[in-house]
């Protein structure tokens, strides 16, 4: 097994926790079932790995054995990305998408083999029919550099695409252009979405949050009682705007659902408005133009801060 | 109190006995307050102690007459029974009633279609079948404004969704519902005869299923008879259209070297014919019950 890849196995095992490391072997499923059994995983990280490595050298790990672990690495600890998000175009009166995982695989690393001579590509299934792309660049001389892989995550028949783009940018192009070629499409475009957290990108740019839809079906009844007015309080105690109360709790769960929401950091707004004023004679009040203006809320998890004002009064 | 030492000396005791006066005048006025202020607060206490009295009589007196309104009414119902007994079969007739609706309601979803009105507008539910197997619900929550828009759903992320509420949803709704149902009710009996093949023939494939999201292209290589000698044939169905569930392009191919015998040239058009007018997992259903002569009388 060549030192590079034992090197770059070795250093992969190092990432992973000691909670995680089980999980991520058996996904590999490299390693047979008696080999694993040879090793103590009570040992420390160091010796565990080394343990590890020297069965890999023994089964002669490949390059692309190594790739797939790391993109394993990267499926389970997605949130250590940041993650953009891309959607592409077709022409008008295209024909239907029939998608073809082989042919699509194969498009995709043929244009970038042609282009570059260098470069890694590795391709891994995972839930909901994604495809999970990883690609090490190299260029016409030198070696692909496996340590700043860039990963894109592909929902075929969609045309959204997440990548994780690497301080490379000079590739971008390149990559954007295998993209479109391969899953036929015309165009593909940045949309003003970024984060961590993949899955909450995902339930946005699909609008897959609040699953919960009202039918006559539905055996469990809706929850009558409200989260916050809670029935621990004093009963002498009466609240005053127990309607008003009650119609922000119900528009409050209408928006948001009862499931927990995507994780936003911060949204942005542009707004262009024109300022109204009660009072006669106010610096602003007579303006024509309308203003603009730049809004910015941001915060840890901005949609269940925004849900949880609804009880807090406001 | 030193009486000795105020009577010796005369001017210093004048300013003695005053000041002794004084302290005295002192020491009465403290030990008056701290007399004045339990002696407020108990008359404090005791007017609230008359308060909470008072109210508590007036309580008892509202509960009286609450009592005394409702015996009069129990009165006057038990005096008026054939009232009441009318009253409970009215109102056993609505519950009735009302059950019945309820279960009308519920049992629209075998139509495929059904929904339920929402606060802000109505929320679809489309039921889809396949050859008379009830398959997944999905759902599309709509909000009735001008322009009219989807707040929600759960259809699946390749169901072209945006683009046939792009074509019908503001012009005819009924257009757009009935022409989701068809996409979905498409893909349910798709991806259904893919899981039958993938589940209850998996003796027949000679390799994995290859399909996509859509279910609408399908490559496989199976054998005519499980693990017999019969040639494996590789076969490839493609569904242009998204609102069918059985293919638009079937080619079936053999993958060997040697030309194919007639008669297995005569199989391979067969069978490209039978994908193309049967559902899959009835063609393989005919391949099992034959076992070497093709069903005719599956064909439709």
């Known amino acids: ?314 | 109190m030193e009486p000795a030492n105020t009577l010796r000396q005369d001017g210093e005791s004048k300013g003695g006995i005053l000041a002794h006066l004084e302290k005295l005048e002192t020491q009465m006025n403290r030990s008056h307050k701290r007399f004045e202020e339990p002696q407020r607060a108990q008359a404090e206490a005791s007017t609230l102690r008359t308060r909470i009295h008072k109210l508590r009589l007036l309580r008892d007196k509202l509960r009286a007459e609450v009592k005394q309104r409702q015996a009069r009414i129990e009165a006057s119902a038990a005096s008026a029974e054939p009232d009441q007994t009318l009253e409970t079969s009215e109102q056993e007739v609505l519950e009735t009633k009302r059950e019945n609706l309820k279960a009308i309601l519920q049992a629209y979803r075998f139509t495929g279609l059904s929904g339920k009105l929402t606060s802000r507008g109505v929320c679809v539910c489309i039921h889809t079948a396949f050859e008379g197997n009830l398959l997944d619900s999905y759902f599309v929550d709509l909000v009735i404004q001008k322009p009219l828009w989807i707040h929600r759903h759960s259809v699946p992320v390749f169901i072209p969704l945006e683009e046939i509420a792009a074509k019908y949803l503001q012009i005819d709704v009924q257009h757009f519902l009935f022409s989701l149902c068809e996409h979905l009710n498409a893909y349910a009996g798709r991806k259904y005869q893919a899981d039958r093949l993938e589940s209850d023939f998996a003796a027949f494939l000679a390799g994995p299923l290859q399909r996509n999201s859509l279910c609408n292209l399908l490559s496989f290589t199976y054998k005519r008879e499980p693990g017999g000698q019969s040639f494996p044939f590789c076969a490839r169905l493609l569904y242009k259209d998204l609102t069918v569930t059985l293919p638009t392009d079937v080619t079936v191919t053999y993958q060997g070297m040697d030309a194919l015998p007639t008669s297995w040239e005569e199989q391979r058009v067969s069978h490209e014919n039978l994908f193309r007018t049967t559902s899959l997992h009835k063609v393989f259903t005919s391949f099992a019950g034959e076992g070497g002569k093709l069903d005719m009388s599956l064909l439709p």
């Open chain 1, 1 to 314: 097994m060549d030192e590079t890849v034992a090197e770059f196995i070795k250093r992969i095992f190092l990432k992973i926790p000691m909670t995680n490391i089980m999980t991520i072997l058996k996904a590999w499923d490299f390693l047979s079932e008696s080999q694993l059994q040879t090793v103590n995983f009570r040992q420390r990280k160091e010796p565990l790995v080394q343990e590890l490595v020297l069965l890999c050298e023994e089964k002669c790990a490949s390059l692309n054995d190594a790739a797939l672990l790391d993109i394993i690495y990267i499926q389970v600890h997605r949130h250590q990305k940041l993650w953009d998000v891309f959607k592409m175009n077709k022409g008008p009166g295209e024909d239907v998408d029939l998608f073809d995982i082989e042919q699509f695989k194969s498009s995709f690393t043929k244009i970038l083999q042609r282009a570059l001579k260098n470069v890694t590509v590795s391709f891994r299934d995972a839930e909901e029919n994604a495809v999970w792309i990883r690609i090490a660049w190299g260029t016409h001389h030198t070696k692909p550099n496996q340590y700043k892989a860039t990963y894109v995550v592909y929902y075929p028949q969609t045309p959204y695409v997440f990548m994780s783009l690497s301080r490379l940018k000079r590739n971008i192009p390149l990559l954007d252009q295998a993209l479109m070629i391969a899953s036929k499409h015309h165009q593909i475009v940045k949309i003003d979405l970024r984060s961590r957290y993949l899955d909450s990108l995902k339930a946005i740019v699909f609008k897959q949050y609040n699953q919960f839809f009202e039918t006559h079906n539905s055996t469990a009844p809706l929850q009558e009682t409200s989260l916050w007015l809670d029935t621990n309080m004093d009963l002498r105690v009466i609240h005053e705007n127990k309607i008003e109360k009650e119609r922000v709790q119900r528009v409050t769960r209408e928006t948001f659902g009862d499931c927990p929401q995507p994780r936003l950091e911060f949204a942005q707004y542009k707004l262009e408005t024109k300022f109204k004023s009660n009072l006669n004679g106010g610096i602003l009040a007579d303006r024509e133009e309308p203003l603009r203006c730049m809004i910015k809320f941001s915060s840890p998890h901005l949609l269940e801060a925004l849900k949880s004002l609804a009880p807090a009064g406001k």
